[in-house]
T-cell receptor, first 112, second 113 residues
Framework: SQQGEEDPQALSIQEGENATMNCSYKTSINNLQWYRQNSGRGLVHLILIRSNEREKHSGRLRVTLDTSKKSSSLLITASRAADTASYFCATIWNQGAQKLVFGQGTRLTINP | NAGVTQTPKFRVLKTGQSMTLLCAQDMNHEYMYWYRQDPGMGLRLIHYSVGEGTTAKGEVPDGYNVSRLKKQNFLLGLESAAPSQTSVYFC????????????FGAGTRLSVL
């Protein structure tokens, strides 16, 4: 079964607004990553947050991690049309296997 | 710097046919992965490799075989294609010690009729 689950499955907002999407996972993790996938393309890594970090920023992206709740959130501020994409969280198991497990993704649409 | 390159980009097969998908990376990464992505779902790991000459099963390995004869290449084979293997296939690579940040190819869209 998949480790991560994103919420909501789809999100539609106006350009300039902030977009927040959430990820929940099941088991202990070393780190959690967020990826973006534009339509018809491969995934692109956005940001990685380690299990001992609570918040991380990268440009207009802000990621939080709550290991007690096994959840993470991705905030995109001042959204742009180019942010329209699917966003996936991915976790790596801490059992030593170098494998990422992806959630089902949040489909984000930015309306002009 | 091309990154991860997948060939072909599109393919249509008939049930029972075989084919090989090729993945090539020029980043000297040790680890390589094959995923499939089906509508409304995230990526599911088929097989992966932690180094030249090594392969291991992922979450959904049945019906697929892989080989990693050269460090830069990772091949995914379908010996007898089935309609259930209609999917988009992604290859990725990563380097150890980087938190396993993965770099993806553009994907291969496969239809099995």
């Amino acid at each position: 079964s998949q480790q991560g689950e994103e919420d909501p499955q789809a999100l539609s907002i106006q350009e300039g607004e902030n977009a927040t999407m959430n990820c929940s996972y099941k088991t202990s993790i070393n780190n959690l990553q967020w990826y973006r996938q534009n339509s018809g393309r491969g995934l692109v890594h956005l940001i990685l947050i380690r299990s001992n970090e609570r918040e991380k920023h990268s440009g207009r992206l802000r990621v939080t991690l709550d290991t007690s709740k096994k959840s993470s959130s991705l905030l995109i501020t001042a959204s742009r049309a180019a942010d329209t994409a699917s966003y996936f969280c991915a976790t790596i198991w801490n059992q030593g296997a170098q494998k990422l497990v992806f959630g089902q993704g949040t489909r984000l649409t930015i309306n002009p | 710097n091309a990154g991860v390159t997948q060939t072909p980009k599109f393919r249509v097969l008939k049930t029972g046919q075989s084919m090989t998908l090729l993945c090539a990376q020029d980043m000297n990464h040790e680890y390589m992965y094959w995923y499939r992505q089906d509508p409304g779902m995230g990526l599911r790991l088929i097989h992966y490799s932690v180094g030249e000459g090594t392969t291991a099963k992922g979450e959904v390995p049945d019906g697929y075989n892989v080989s990693r004869l050269k460090k830069q290449n990772f091949l995914l084979g379908l010996e007898s294609a089935a309609p259930s293997q209609t999917s988009v296939y992604f290859c990725a690579s990563s380097a150890p010690g980087t938190g396993d940040i993965q770099y993806f190819g553009a994907g291969t869209r496969l239809s099995v009729l």
